[in-house]
């Protein structure tokens, strides 16, 4: 087993958690339509819609996107309030961050490779500031392509000057860490915090 210098690391889920929960109470308050009655109609009506993979490959700004959105589910609220509700999802992964930052910069360099847009990062790091110990990040808005297209893990290693044979990326999508692995990046298909960090522990020993 080589020595890995870099971990790649997803955002959602991987470094914070995702809850829809709230933010389906929150969006249904505000809505005239029944696409958002509970946190499974909420993802659908997001996560089933063209215009999110646009937006997060940057095709598509902001404006445009919560434009779409609204109209969609019928959103009473302001475009800030239609924000905050979008980014509530999320809270700290504790376990992972801790392991984040008691590796970073010593045993590994960490460096995040996610599918996002710009109303979430950079605004995670301003958020939860413990998170933001990592060297340099790849993002599918940044690179226009998402995961798992092979295609953002080459433009993501060509961007940060990394070699595929010295990183781990650690991600909750199995195609995704099949796509990585395509690259010849070394992947672990995280479910849960206590199984990742021992996966993570051995590969970096």
């Known amino acids: 087993m080589p020595p890995y210098r870099h971990i790649l690391a997803d ?15 929150r969006m249904a308050a505000a809505c005239g339509k029944a696409a958002v009655r509970g946190p499974a109609a909420l993802m659908k009506a997001f996560y089933g819609d063209p215009m999110l993979a646009e937006y997060e490959c940057g095709r598509r700004g902001r404006a445009e ?22 980014r509530s999802v999320f809270s700290e992964n504790e376990p992972m961050i801790d392991f984040w930052r008691s590796v970073a910069g010593r045993r590994a360099d960490v460096w995040f490779f996610s599918n996002t847009g710009e109303m979430h990062v950079p605004w995670v790091y301003e958020a939860f500031p413990r998170m933001a110990v990592h060297r340099g990040q790849a993002l599918s808005y940044e690179l226009g392509v998402m995961k798992p297209d092979p295609s953002f893990f080459r433009l993501g290693l060509g961007r940060l000057g990394l070699a595929a044979e010295d990183c781990l990326f650690i991600d909750d999508q199995a195609a995704n860490c099949e796509a990585a692995r395509a690259c010849g990046i070394e992947s672990i298909h995280y479910t849960d915090a206590p199984s990742a960090l021992a996966a993570l522990r051995a590969r970096l020993r």
């Open 65 to 86: 996107f919560v434009g779409h959105f609204r109209e969609k589910v019928g959103f009473r609220g302001g475009d800030d309030e239609f924000v905050a509700i979008w």
């Open 11 to 25: 955002i959602g889920v991987v470094t914070l958690r995702m809850n829809f929960a709230g933010a389906a109470v």
